[in-house]
């Protein structure tokens, strides 16, 4: 029977084993030929993605990440959250009504790189911003086994201890402008000043993040530790801004799929 | 290993190295304070050290005969040692990390000892440090011996392998300390990454110079997927690596591509990197070793066509059934779905062309533990690529996905069929390379596979178990339409497989220890015994380079 099948094809089978036979004599032509071959499905797919418009909505008032909640989301790069945590809630009853509204691709429009995740070993994060208290991230960062006694998530209590570096930051913004991210000279300038302003409510440094990256930023001791602007103060800003960098996902009011 | 060195080869090698551990230093200087900086002193140490050891030898007697006239296998030899050492310890790493998600408080204090650090420690100890070893190893011995010619140079070989372990080491080392770029199997940071594609166009060269110096008229199947492998895997890498680094002094850099674009290049890259460095360069492995061992030639030479342009060709389509339901454009999932399902034929013909190979040898799969493990790994190979087709069906993906399925699916493939048949060849290879009788211990052998196996089952089975759990309690509601449990829930629901897997891990490192323990005792304490006809030959001679075809 299988070679009923295929019987239509023979002709063809056994000029591409022949051709072959002779090709297969030649390094550069198999060379060429992997490369043509294993070049076409990646273009075909990749290259579209920055030419047609509609791939990412287009949404005028997203806001980009202040210099805290992007050394925030340094630090949950670097500690490998990813790894647990994915950032992208699918097109599925259950997610929606799980996590909130599915995840845009505007959403992350300007994380260089992508943070969607592969796996869950822990809930998905893409709309936990705002959902808990600045003080119950901290407590649940330092040992999440205090407020989940089930979890299995590592403690990073030392993020409360560590001091924030901020030096590094203005040449961090810089590269994310070269990649495309609207950072302006004046907030590479002053993204030491605006990461502890940030942190450092009712401070005149306070009021110029305001005034940088609008009157909604959330500025407040995110640690809950009034002496200094530590690590936890940018990761928990990180945390409560996800899903929060544009409303269009609450308020287009997208359908379940199902 | 230096006396196969002439005088002026052993200045260069100690020139390259000189040059290696200035760029140590330069790092070690500016980066100063930044992760970058302790770096620089791990290449410092590194180069230091292989300065030293060629120093010592530099007037040490050079060789006196014709080196044209045997294969050059110093460093196959070791990178066969490199790849076991790093076996273990990325095995180690994976039971330590999967022990963590059972018993979350086994790790030391400190922030390096974290699950999300150690991870791809465990992931790039494992592909690359295992895979990658292994795969340049054999890579090494199969070109030689398929074109009956040996390596054109003396130090290009030692460069490539090597300097792929500097890579390694970096890139393990920068996970502990913090510093990666998160693209999952991509984690090494700017300057690792600029240092691998120096290495890997040095082993492109080689190759090429290699075969362009072949006896036989015609390029042996292992060696078009060995070539595979390499072109590939140096696409894939440039492009999904492309960053601005925030700083030349230090290691944090900005991927160039965003969210969705930035997504699709990732599993562009991450499913390729299963395609292209865990399955061609092992097929190659496979299209070798399979034959040799079994004393039968390859089954059929046109499926061998089918399944390697098949697999070159549709592999590279599928990366976007990793973002089934995402905000990834709808035509792209359903290319990547489509492809996937497309994709078993030549898998299947791959795996089909294997097993039908061993009709006639079945007696000596039951016999040798050897060829056993190989052909164990053409078939983990056909139910991990029958697998992976099914679950990059949509609606199957809306289940699985983020679930444990997606990890027992990896490790299907990756104990089953990548660890199988690498620990096949490496038994088949050790008695050839350093010209012994045989393995140490048989014994050991059969202990290994069965441990190997066992461990391979549990592991896979406790996956598909929890994974199918946690899918099914995500999306369970009750009569009154809430969901029915919390995640919370579905975590609790875990434990016992986590356990499970832990075990089945651990099963499986035990295996690995006593491999690297047989190779070291083979080495040490079996008789010498050379192997007949192990040399450059014109392809007149009588002695065909693999079994001859019917």
């Known amino acids: ?258 | 290993m230096m006396s196969n060195l002439t005088g002026a080869e052993r200045t260069t090698a100690m020139t390259i190295a000189g040059f290696g551990a200035l760029i140590g230093l330069a790092m070690a200087a500016a980066g100063h304070g930044d992760p970058m900086g302790v770096h620089g002193w791990i290449v410092l140490a590194f180069f230091g050290v292989l300065f030293f050891i060629v120093a010592s030898a530099l007037y040490s007697p050079e060789p006196v005969e014709d080196r044209a006239l045997s294969y050059y296998d110093d460093p196959t030899k070791v990178g066969i040692i490199l790849a076991l050492i790093w076996a273990v310890v990325g095995m180690f790493m994976g039971v330590w990390v999967a022990s963590q998600l059972a018993w979350p408080d086994l790790r030391f204090e400190g922030a390096w000892s974290g699950f999300g650090r150690l991870r791809p420690v465990h992931t790039s100890g494992v592909i690359f440090g295992f895979g990658g070893n292994a795969l340049i190893a054999t890579s090494y011995h199969i070109m030689q011996r398929t074109s009956r010619a040996r390596m054109p140079g003396q130090i290009s070989p030692w460069f490539v392998l090597l300097g792929f372990n500097l890579f390694c080491i970096l890139a393990a080392s920068g996970y502990v300390m913090g510093v990666t770029q998160s693209k999952e199997y991509a984690e090494a940071e700017w300057y690792a990454d600029i240092w691998l594609v120096v290495v890997w166009v040095v082993y492109f060269i080689l190759y090429m110079r290699t075969l362009s110096r072949r006896n036989e008229p015609h390029i042996y199947v292992a060696n078009w997927y060995y070539l595979s492998f390499i072109l590939v895997v140096a696409i894939l890498h440039i492009v999904n690596n492309l960053a601005v680094p925030a700083s030349w002094t230090g290691a944090k850099s900005y991927s160039l591509f965003s969210g969705v674009q930035d997504a699709m290049t990732q599993w562009w890259y991450g499913h390729n990197a299963v395609a292209f460095f865990l399955t061609t360069g092992f097929l190659g492995m496979l299209y070798y070793f399979l034959p040799k061992r079994a004393g039968r030639p390859i089954y059929s030479y046109r499926l061998s066509i089918l399944s390697f342009w098949g697999i070159v060709f549709f592999y590279i389509w599928v990366g976007s059934h990793h973002l089934h339901y995402t905000a990834l454009p709808h035509w792209v999932q359903t290319l990547g779905m489509t492809f996937s399902v497309m994709l078993l034929v030549p898998s299947w013909a791959s795996a089909g062309n294997a097993l039908m190979t061993l009709n006639g040898a079945w007696g000596k799969v039951r016999d040798d533990a050897t060829l056993r493990f190989m052909m164990m790994a053409a078939v983990f190979y056909g139910l991990s690529t029958f697998e992976g087709s099914f679950m990059a069906i949509r609606p199957v993906n809306g289940l699985s996905h983020y679930t444990d399925w997606t990890v027992g699916h990896v490790h299907a493939g990756a104990m089953g069929w990548v660890a199988l048949i690498t620990f096949g060849s490496i038994y088949a290879l050790t008695p050839v390379l350093w010209r012994r009788e045989t393995m140490y211990s048989w014994k050991a052998v059969e202990w290994h596979f069965w441990l190997a196996l066992s461990g391979t089952v549990i592991y896979v089975f406790s996956m598909w178990n929890s994974g199918i759990i946690q899918g099914l309690m995500w999306r369970t509601y009750t009569e009154t339409g809430t969901l029915k449990f919390s995640f919370v829930d579905s975590l609790v629901a875990m434990h016992p497989y986590y356990i499970a897997r832990a075990f089945g891990g651990l099963l499986f490192l035990t295996g690995a220890c006593i491999c690297l323990w047989n190779v070291v005792m083979t080495i040490l304490h079996v008789p010498q015994k050379a192997p007949e006809l192990d040399y450059p030959t014109s392809s007149e001679a009588m002695e065909p380079a693999l079994p001859a075809a019917e």
């Open chain 1, 1 to 258: 029977m299988f070679k009923t099948i295929l019987k239509p094809f023979a002709k063809l089978f056994d000029f591409q084993a022949r051709t072959h036979y002779r090709m297969e004599r030649h390094s550069m032509a198999l060379t060429a030929g992997i490369i043509v071959a294993a070049s076409i499905g990646g273009f075909v797919e990749i290259a579209p993605l920055f030419s047609i418009d509609d791939t990412v909505e287009d949404v005028p008032d997203m806001r980009i990440y202040t210099p805290l909640e992007q050394a925030g989301r340094d630090i949950y790069i670097r500690e490998g959250c990813y790894a647990c945590h994915s950032q992208m809630i699918r097109s599925l009853r259950d997610e929606v009504e799980r996590y909130g509204p599915y995840s845009l691709a505007v959403e992350s429009k300007y994380d260089h790189p992508m943070l969607w995740g592969s796996k869950r070993t822990g809930p998905d994060l893409a709309r936990v911003g705002d959902k808990f208290s600045d003080d119950w991230q901290v407590r649940h960062l330092v040992n999440p086994r205090n407020l989940v006694p089930e979890s299995v998530m590592p403690q990073y209590a030392f993020l409360l201890e560590t001091e924030l570096k901020t030096s590094d930051m203005p040449g961090r913004l810089a590269a994310l402008r070269a990649v495309g991210v609207p950072y302006t000279d004046e907030m590479i300038e002053n993204a030491e000043n605006d990461m502890k302003g940030q942190a450092r409510p009712e401070t005149e440094a306070a009021d110029a993040v305001m005034d940088r990256y609008g009157d909604d930023t959330a500025v407040r001791f995110f640690d809950g530790r009034r002496d200094r602007v530590t690590e936890m103060d940018a990761v928990v800003a990180y945390l409560q801004i996800l899903g929060n960098l544009t409303d269009l996902a609450q308020t287009s009011q997208p359908q379940a799929e199902e």
